[in-house]
Each structure stands twice: as C-alpha cells, then as structure tokens.
C-alpha cells in the first residue's frame, strides 16, 4: 500500500514539474559605444609573443575609442574550449564580445546561435575583399559568414635532409615514391620511423583519401578506400609498427620528427618552432605532401582560426572594429612574425612569401587548392566520436579490413548527418 | 554455528521490532526526515532531471534556444537499444565491473587477513602504503600508472628491459593494467573495513575454531566469512557501484576509451555522447540505464544476501 501512496506522489510532482528542460533565453545584443569589450583568444603552448602583439593592438584600439577597455582572457584549445563555448551561449553574462574560435567548430556554433552575421560588415570593410574565396567559405554557413578567417595552418611534408643525403634519396615526387622511401629508411635505420603516421592523427590522414578522389561523406566508395589503404599501409612493421604509432595523434608524430626519432613527418608551418627546438633543428626540409600523380600535390586541410562576434554582444559595433583591427593586414603580419601563423589576407602572405623562402612549400600546397571538413554539426559529432580514428586503428591494428571499417565508418558518418 | 552468525544482528532485529510496536508507522519515518531533507534535493533533483532529459530531444542547439525542445518519448532509448556499440559497451563494463570486484575483495581480503597476522613495524608500512593508495587521487594515480608503463621511459619496461613495448596496444592487456590501477585505488577501503570487522570478532571464537582443529584456511571460510557477512555486503555493493561507474582510470589512461575505442566503458560512453558530441537526451538515456542496472543489481544482491541469512 504504502509503495503505491508513493507512486502515486511521484506521479504527481512529476506532472507538476513536467514541462520540458529550460533553455538559454535567447540572445539579444546591444551597442553600446564604451565600456569593457571582452576578448576571448586561444590559449598557445608559448603564449608570451601573441600575447605581445595583441596588447599592441589593445593599445591602438584604446587610444582610437575613447572610454573603452579591452579585457582578454585566454582560453584552452582542448576539448574543454566547447563547455566555454556552450556556456557563454547558456549565459550571455558570462560571454565574451569578440572570440577566437576553430573552423572546424564553426558549423556547431552557428547551429546554437551563438555567433554574429557578419556578412555585411565585411562586405563594407575593405579589406575584406583581400579574403580569399576558400576561405571565406571555411566561415560561411548557408550563405552567412560568422566571421574573419584569422589565420590558417597547412600541413605539408617535413623530411630529414641528411638522412635523405646519406641514404641518397630524392625528396618524393608522387604518393608512390613517399611510401618506397619510407620503407627503404626504415629498412636500413631500423632506428628511424620511415614517415610518422598516427593512427588518430585525422588530417594527416585525409590528404590520402583526397587525392584518391574520395571524401569524408563517402568513405566507403572505392576511390575513398584506396586512400584509407595507402595511409593505413604505412601504418605497418615496415613503416611505423601499429604497436608504436596506432594510437599517435597529430600532435606526438610532431614530437616524434622533433626529437629525430622519424625521418618524415606531416607537419604543419605551425610546427616550426617545435622541430627547431627539437634534435631535427636545421636537418630538415620542408616539401608539399606529393600526390599519386608525378608533380601533384596531395589536398591539404586547410585548418585555421577565425575570429567571430558574439551574437548577444552589448558592444556589437565596437567588437566589429576591434576583430578588423586584430585580423586586418598588419596585425596578421605581425602575428606571422611573433607565432608564424599563416596570413588569411591574399596580399600578406604574397608579401610574407617573397621574404621568407620557408613559406613556399605551404604557399605552393594552398595554391594547389585545399579541403575542408563538413561545415556540418555533424563534423564535431563525427570528430567526438572519433569515427575516422577508429576506422584507422582497426585496419592497422587488423581488427576489420579496409572494406569493413571503411562500411562502418560511412554508417557512423550518415548517422551522424542523419541526427543533426 | 547458527548462533554464531545470528548473535551479532538479533540485538538491532529486537529494537526495530521494539520501536514498530510502541511508535506506530510514524515514528521511523520522523528519523528519516533530516537525511531525507538533505538527500532528496541533492539526489532526487538531479535524477529527476536526467530522467527528464532522456525524453526529449536535447541537443546544443536546444541549450542554447538555437532550436526548439521537442519531447521524443522513449525515442532515445530506442536509438540505443538498437544501437550495436551501446551493447558491446555494456556487455564490456559488467564483464570489466565484475573482474574488478572479485580482484578487489581477494587483495582486500587477503591483506586484511595479513594486518591482522603482521608485526606491529610490517602492518604499519602496510596500512601507510595502503592509506596513501587511498587518498591519491583517481587522476593522479592513473597518470602516475600511466607513466610507470610508459613504452619508452617508463620505470616497469626499463625493469623488465622490454623498452618500446606499449602496454595499451591490446585490448585485455590493456583492461589489465588498468584494472590493477582501479584495484590499487580501491582495496584499501576493503582492507581496513575487513579488518576492522576481523579486530571486532571476539577472541574466543577463533581459540575455540582452533581447538576444534580447524585450520587457518578453515577458519577463514568458516567462521570469519560468516561473521563478517553484513560488512561484506557493504564492501560488494560498494565495489560494484565503484567499479560500475568506473571513468577516470579509463579516460586518463587509454586516452578516452583505447585504440579503435576497444576499452571503452559505460560512463566513458556516456560523457562522450552527451557532452563531446553534445547529445544531452541520449546521453541522459544511459545514465538512466546505468543507474537502473546498478539498482536492480544492488537488489538482487541484497536479496540473495537475506535469503542465505535465513537459512543458516
């Protein structure tokens, strides 16, 4: 009896309480022309240099506007940067006016309504026009722009010139040639990794699965599985054995052509800095990752940051002139000088190029056109989900064959759109 | 040895039957009322939320009033039950979970019983060395493990002289490293219960056990056991809560559930689902579940727990 009195409470608090979970109330900006403009930027493994030029621009932006005072606060680039992100669109006290901000999240920022159109802004600002068409495209979803591409990072092909010299190889040409040089290194260093590859290391893998005319949405079609093979070949005793490098990420195949453990890499123009701290400093070279055609360059992804203004910002005007100002043409030269991010500006990096011969292979891989991830909510539940990763590690690890994972990689990936 | 075993609970049986009788139905519920005040707001609340999370359709873009709330009935549950990885998972944590409460209560045990036989020096090391495993923290222990078994630099490859040899390459390998870090976490508390209960049984049962000429291991499994029922029923449903919901050691230690996601476990699962791919509803579904199987587990144990009880 006393079981069912209880029950039947429980029933009703819950119809009392039944109405459905709240949400955020939905946004609404102002603009206000003084006051505290709240900046929010990525946190870097060596911060001292942005943070140099970014007070710079604070003291320009502060001497132009009177009565306004620029906060920054540097956030993390880990997962941990989307709870940031979802709490300051949950409560827009909390939230920053102008944020620093992945391309590749972008899709689900814009799905929760957390960012600015800016679409006009940057049509009436003129610079804007000297943003590159790609590019713009990488911040636009269903036709509006959330923001200012900041800077953009290229992966290409990192190799070691002595022992290239020593073993006399020439730097590969085609697709092919990268995995016969690969495995004649490993074969005579035993030592050496031929080319570090990573089994979650995604944008080191998809270049592969570009050039072989496949896609992120159809990765089970054939053109896509012969990239996953030609990638996940690599992933084998005589390149980088499964036990060692199934689980790398990106970021440890950086460290492992850093510290001369690996005679190639596919590294970024953002590593820089890390191999010249490394045993590889002034060994290495840098050439764009070959494609399977003799003179092709393989699609690079063409990752990067923009910077975006917050949709329920109370300085709306005031953030807008303070994003052109940080990402128009002289601070993003300046930034290329302090941290080596790569210019979004057509004219910057024309100009950076002439000067500084390092550039030319990541200039030459953009030119040759990049890719891009879905501009999909879909992309970050596909990345959470790690569904290319597990694809990778299973075939190397020879828990499923190309053709399975490749099937249950394409299921992960519809469902993935499906839901969103 | 029915008396023995009853002996120790008959006192609290008199006074429940005491209090039923003189204070009528009210009473007990009037003690329960300051822990109720503090544990249903604390723990219904937030039950009552995920139960109403997991029936709706609540995504980031729903948090953030991007799209509207839309009620989906059992529609979550339904995309996990039909859902071949939410089963592998599950199958995976009860087979993981119970491994983990069987190896903690042998080490736990079997060390409670060696306090118990220990030098006044040999116990004090003991309880030191366990009371530190304790109060490490379940971050800082697997990051510590996680460095010991280091294929390159860690201290267990170099003792061994198999350097580059990575311990979390396989899966059940991996499930036993990671496993041996739960156990070290969580033997001390079963430790110091079960000798705490050891300390408390009187003397003069063991002396007569030995007269009889029962041996150390009879002993054991005869008297010791039995006496200390109530205890390990605490220290399993315990165990079995802990290792059920067991996270850090697998988030930190296999990088969020180990190559190709082979050492995933329940909890892992849902953190990943609900909040790194942002699916509040589903995720909200299996921490439901989860808390369903834990109680109907729980229940069922007791049960058994009061039934052998009966009979003895």
């Known amino acids: 009896m006393k079981i069912l009195n209880w029950a039947a409470a429980g029933v009703a608090l819950l119809s009392l309480a039944a109405c459905a979970p709240s949400t955020a109330p939905s946004a609404s900006g102002g603009d206000e022309k003084s006051g505290t403009l709240r900046v929010w930027l990525f946190d870097e493994p060596n911060r001292a240099p942005k943070e140099k030029v970014v007070a710079e621009a604070i003291k320009e932006f502060t001497a132009a506007n009177a009565g306004v005072k620029v906060e920054i606060t540097y956030i993390p680039t880990t997962p941990a940067r989307h709870e940031k992100f979802k709490g300051a669109f949950n409560d827009p006290a909390s939230a920053p006016d102008v944020a620093e901000y992945g391309n590749t999240d972008l899709a689900e920022y814009a799905a929760a309504g957390g960012f600015a159109d800016l679409s006009a802004d940057l049509q009436a600002w003129p610079e804007g026009k000297d943003v590159g068409a790609d590019l713009l495209k990488s911040a636009t979803v269903d036709g509006k722009v959330y923001g200012l591409p900041w800077y953009i990072g290229i992966r290409a092909l990192y190799y070691r010139t002595d022992v290239f010299e020593e073993l006399g190889l020439k730097p590969p040409a085609t697709l092919e040639q990268l995995t016969k040089s690969a495995r004649e290194i490993r074969k005579k260093k035993p030592d050496l990794y031929g080319l570090a590859v990573g089994g979650e290391y995604t944008f080191g893998a998809l270049p592969f699965v570009w050039d072989a005319g496949g896609d992120i949405e159809t990765l089970n079609s054939p053109e896509a599985r012969k990239g996953v093979q030609a990638y996940t070949d690599l992933l084998s005793d005589d390149n980088c054995p499964p036990q060692a490098c199934a689980s790398l990420t990106g970021g440890k195949t950086v460290e492992l052509f850093a510290s001369g453990k690996a005679a190639m890499g596919i590294l970024g123009n953002f590593s820089r800095a890390a191999v010249d701290a490394g045993a590889a400093a002034g060994k290495y070279a840098v050439v764009p990752l070959p494609g399977s055609k003799e003179g092709s360059i393989a699609p690079a992804f063409s990752g990067g940051n923009n910077l975006g203004v917050m949709k329920n910002s109370q300085h709306r005007s005031l953030a807008v002139k303070f994003m052109e100002l940080l990402g128009g043409k002289a601070y993003q030269t300046k930034m290329y000088e302090a941290m080596g991010n790569l210019p979004t500006l057509t004219s910057a990096r024309d100009e950076l190029a002439a000067k500084d011969s390092f550039l030319k292979p990541f200039l030459d891989t953009v030119a040759a056109g990049t890719r891009f991830v879905p501009i999909d909510p879909a992309w970050v539940k596909i990345d959470n989900q790690k569904v290319i990763p597990t694809m990778l590690q299973k075939i190397a690890t020879k828990q499923a064959t190309v053709e399975q994972a490749t099937d249950e990689a394409a299921t992960a990936v519809k469902a993935a759109f499906g839901r969103s | ?312």
């Open chain 2, 1 to 312: 040895m029915t008396t023995v075993t009853t002996a120790p609970a008959d006192p609290g049986i008199r006074v429940r039957r005491a209090a039923s009788r003189k204070g009528g139905g009210l009473r007990p519920w009037l003690y329960l009322l300051p822990s109720a005040a503090v544990l249903l707001p604390l723990f219904g609340y937030p039950i009552y939320m995920l139960g109403l999370l997991s029936v709706f359709d609540y995504r980031q873009a729903q948090v953030s009033g991007g799209q509207p709330t839309s009620f989906v009935g059992f529609g979550n549950y339904a995309t996990l039950l039909g859902d071949g990885r939410f089963w592998s998972v599950l199958a995976q944590t009860l087979g993981f979970a119970a491994a983990l409460v069987v190896a903690t209560l042998a080490v736990g045990a079997a060390l409670a019983v060696v306090l118990t036989k220990a030098g006044r020096i040999p116990r004090l090391l003991l309880s030191l060395a366990a009371m530190a495993a304790w109060a490490a923290p379940a971050i800082t222990g697997s990051t510590v493990w996680l460095f010991l078994f280091d294929a390159d630099l860690g201290l267990v490859n170099q003792v061994l002289g198999i350097e580059g040899f990575n311990w979390f390459y396989d899966r059940w390998v991996t499930f036993g490293v990671v496993g041996a870090t739960v156990v070290w976490h969580s033997f001390p508390f079963v430790m110091v219960t079960l000798y705490a209960g050891i300390q408390a049984i009187p003397g003069s049962v063991l002396e007569a056990a030995s007269l009889d000429g029962a041996s150390a291991w009879h002993t054991f499994w005869r008297v010791i056991v039995p006496m200390l029922r109530p205890l390990i029923t605490i220290v399993v449903i315990q165990s079995i809560i802990w290792d059920f919901k067991i996270f850090t050691q697998i988030y930190v230690m296999t990088n969020g559930g180990g190559i190709a996601g082979q050492n995933s476990v329940l909890n892992v699962y849902a953190y990943q689902t609900a909040f790194g791919s942002s699916e509040y509803g589903l995720g909200s579904a299996i921490g439901v579940i989860m808390t369903l199987i834990l109680l109907v587990i729980t229940l069922f144990y007791i049960r058994a727990l009061y039934r052998s009880g009966e009979k003895l």
